[in-house]
């Protein structure tokens, strides 16, 4: 269905295997599909690492008593090395967003330690961590309500720039605009986030997450809150700006089909720990545990006479 109408019917086989319409046609072209398989990496330093990591959370106050308190994450072992896109996926409440503010401290630990180019940094505060913020980044889940309304779109994207020291007015316009290109949004540097699509507000996230040149974003569901055929878009931009920069990426989302295809690496979690970790080929194909396999059979996929179609197409 398309505007209130139907616009396409048939046979699901048959449908999916040749759309007529070119809006069924966008919609199949929507489902995750494997890119190039992964280059195998050189062992190295890694550039962020969480090692036996551990987060607990006070219960929540009650009116005279306290709820139970929640082991969020309970030691958990995470490396990321430059470059290098990794998938971190699980179901609701499973640890993630929690896994990945920790390593990014905002949020206080309770245990183990985050190394940032082998340099403990778990307890770190102050102007000693700035060297660490300058190099890390965020993209939000929400595009509708991380961007600031009364701000235009050019400003959005120029605000991070302003606190690199040395940098001209003028070397930040061309930034700015160098950046927008990027993303595809070349010309609404005038525009309120009011005049933009979802798909569009998540790329102004994007340039604003990527203009001053992090070495590791942290993109945590960055693609949720928007349409099937947007989502694909936006991982693609996601994955060439993270490849072209030779960006580290943690990509956390409950679906595993949708930011696993576009990782070098799959980490699944469960339960506030890692229960599978391996190269995104070897996660999507070997399975190795049953939470994933069960990950993987939720995720809407083309069959093929032959059973199951490899995701990666062609
Ligand atoms: N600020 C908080 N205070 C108390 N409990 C929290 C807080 N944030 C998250 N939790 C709990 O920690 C667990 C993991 O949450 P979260 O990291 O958000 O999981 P995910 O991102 O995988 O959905 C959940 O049980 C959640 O309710
Ligand atoms: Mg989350």
Redesign the pocket.
Known sequence: MRRGRVIEEGAARALLAAPREAYTRALVDALPRRGPPPIPRAPSEPLLRAEALTVD?AG?RRFFTRGRA?Q?VRGVDLAVHAGEAVALV?G????????GRAMLRLVEPSGGRILFRGQDISRTRGPGLLPFRLACQIVFQDPYSSLDPRMRVAQIVDEPLRLVPGLSTVERLHRVDAMLDAVGLAGFGARHPHALSGGQRQRVAIARALVRRPDFIMADEPVSALDMTIQKQILTLLRDLQKAHGLACLF?S?DLAAVGEIADRVVV?QH?QVVEEGGRDQVFDAPRHAYTRALLDAAPRLESQGGRQSPAGK
């Open positions: 959370f929540r929640v969020a699980g609701s409440g499973s640890g993630k967003t929690t896994l956390i409950h979690m506030g």
